[in-house]
């Protein structure tokens, strides 16, 4: 019954999970960050939930300020707005950390970064 | 009050401008001076705080961001526990960046140095928000600043090893996260506030009404696993040697000295303002602190037991050190709170001193590895010294800033009736293992040697700059003040977290 009912929240949180455990076990630095992005876009949807009430419009005034029954809750909507900010930039930051560590080692692959550099002196 | 009630603002702004205005620059001279006079300012600033706050009637006051009241606008919270946090991250932050000219300069391309000088602006703000924000949701934004600047600090050396050691903090930091922010979608699903006052305000009476036990604990269960793995708790800790060992050595001193500290002041805060004392306990989330940093206490000390490097051996007394700051929290007291505060400022100063006198004893010997620094310190006087004060300090000898939050953090445990006979224990053997392998650095480096490892003596040895040694001096001296004259600042600290509730 709460599945069915709440099935938004039911969904964000299996992305969550699938997310999360692509971005603990991937080998491939690619897919781990998009492990995070499954896992932060699960949080969005979960936030956006959180303030949508069914029937109710966007809190944009067009004819005046009608009532407060007439609008759904905008706070979630501005969080994640700067929770995508935030995870864009992450994204950028790893991406071009991966295309730097690909220079140096030749490889995306976990694994086999960790095996090269336990050679190597600091 | 009066000027003082905006200087909370100022200090959190005012980095941030300087961090803007650095990659205009082509100079990394002036940027590195720049930096140096916004943290002389910062300090100015956070000790006029400090000083308003002392004999105040109301030792703190809340801030509104744009003056617009509770439900819309952001705050700002100001208190003694946050101002004399200031006060230290700001001193050590000076420290990082004045004691470590040399290795900023041989550790980073001429070109990245204004961009390395932008992200000490950045990680400045972002701890300073930490210390001093009222909001949950302005507190995530300000976390994944502090994480990309702080794995862009350790990044700017560029090698293998950073860049791997930066890539695997970055993972795991953005994994710490993405959690926080599910916790925050929860409890402000659960409370409808993200304001620390009102959320708690609900929290209290949906807990005193018996609803929402299980959601409200693991919300609060995952805020610590967050907190735990950017902070480097000990089965979390996997990035921090990697990443604090291969940095350069200002980006070592300010991780390890400020950086795990913001999360862990950002905990504290999470569990004083928003779910309160008496939440906290009945949920029995304290007891899953004190396990963890008992944990860590000894796993920590033990690891680094093993390490070859300098550096890394550092790193690795740095879990064992957040240890004893969690202990602290898990006590469940007053007087373990404050323990664990004074045991953040006490590491701040002694961890960043450590890592300094470090880069320049490997500076002098040419090597990483402790077997090949025989004779370091007779090479460079003052961070052989540094080094020998820092050690007694995280050893626990007395007169330093570490025998004093480990002589509280004991005293505070008798007060808990139940985990007196683990901390006590644990506390006498974490400090055995302190000793067993700092104390071999001490004898190496002060040692002789045989004739032959004399003559290849690197020939590029550095001559250590003024102002490398003045900021040891400056942080000895502050290390010995903070063990000798700890009573008025304890009891400042004491009156924080009294008024923090």
Known sequence: MGLITNFYEATAMILFGIGFVTLLLQKNLIKKIIGLNIMDSAIFLYLATTGYITGRGAPIIIDGIVYQDAYVNPLPSALVMTGIVVAVSITAFALALSLKLYEHYGTLDMDKIALMSRGGDV | ?501
Not at chain 2, 123 to 142: G, H, K, R
Not at chain 2, 220 to 234: D, E, H, P, T
Not at chain 2, 255 to 264: A, C, D, E, P
Not at chain 2, 430 to 446: D, H, K, Q
């Open chain 2, 1 to 501: 009050m009066g000027m003082t009630f905006h200087f909370p603002l100022f200090i959190i702004f005012l980095p941030m401008l300087a961090s803007v205005v650095m990659p205009l620059l082509r100079n990394s001279n002036i940027a590195r001076q720049i930096t140096i006079w916004v943290q002389v300012v910062m300090i100015g600033l956070s000790l006029g705080l400090t000083a308003s706050l002392w004999n105040a009637p109301v030792p703190y006051f809340t801030y509104l961001m744009g003056y617009f009241p509770s439900p819309f606008g952001n705050e700002i919270r100001a208190g003694m526990l946050e101002a004399l946090l200031a006060v230290t991250f700001s001193t050590v932050l000076l420290f990082s960046v004045l004691g470590t000219g040399y290795d900023t300069n041989k550790d980073i391309i001429p070109g990245k140095r204004p961009l390395f000088y932008c992200m000490i602006n950045l990680l400045n703000t972002s701890l300073m928000s930490l210390v001093f924000t009222n909001d949950i949701f302005t507190a995530y934004v300000f976390i994944e600043v502090n994480t990309l600047a702080a794995c862009a600090i350790v990044a700017t050396k560029e090698n293998k090893d950073t860049l791997k050691a930066t890539l695997k903090y970055l993972l795991l930091s953005v994994m710490g996260s993405g959690l926080f922010l599910l916790s925050t979608a929860f409890l402000y699903a659960i409370t409808g506030h993200l304001l620390m006052e009102p959320a708690r305000e609900v929290i209290s009476y949906l807990v005193q009404d018996g609803h929402y036990h299980f959601p409200l604990t693991m919300t609060m269960l995952l805020f610590i696993v967050s907190m735990a793995v950017k902070s480097a708790l000990f089965p979390f800790h996997t990035w921090l040697p990697d990443a604090h060992g291969s940095a350069t050595t200002a980006a070592s001193a300010l991780l390890s000295g400020l950086v795990l500290k913001g999360y862990i002041v950002m905990l504290m805060k999470m569990l004083y303002r928003v779910y309160g004392l008496e939440t906290v306990a009945a949920l029995g989330v304290f007891h899953v602190l004190f396990f963890f940093g008992i944990t860590g206490m000894i796993a920590g000390s033990v690891m680094a037991c093993f390490q070859t490097k300098l550096k890394r051996l550092i790193a690795y007394s740095s879990v064992a050190q957040i240890g004893y700051i969690f202990v602290g929290m898990g006590l469940d007291t007053q007087g373990g709170f404050t323990a664990a505060s004074y045991h953040i400022i006490a590491h701040a100063f002694t961890k960043s001193m450590l890592f300094i006198a470090a880069g320049a004893l490997i500076a002098a010997s040419g090597s990483y590895n402790i077997a090949d620094m025989t004779g370091a310190a007779r090479k460079n006087k003052m961070a052989g010294i540094a080094f020998t004060a820092g050690a007694l300090s995280m050893v626990g000898i007395p007169l330093f800033a570490g025998f004093v939050s480990k002589f509280y953090l004991a005293g505070a445990a008798v007060q808990g009736q139940t985990s007196i006979w683990i901390t006590m224990p644990v506390l006498a053997v974490s400090t055995f293992l302190n000793g067993l392998y700092y104390f071999p650095v001490l004898i190496r480096i002060y040692s002789k040697g045989d004739g032959a490892s004399a003559s290849v003596a690197p020939a590029c040895k550095p001559a250590p700059s003024f102002s490398a040694n003045f900021t040891l001096v400056c942080l000895m001296a502050a290390n010995i003040a903070l063990g000798i004259f700890f009573t008025p600042l304890l009891s400042a600290l004491e009156k924080g977290f009294v008024w923090l509730g």
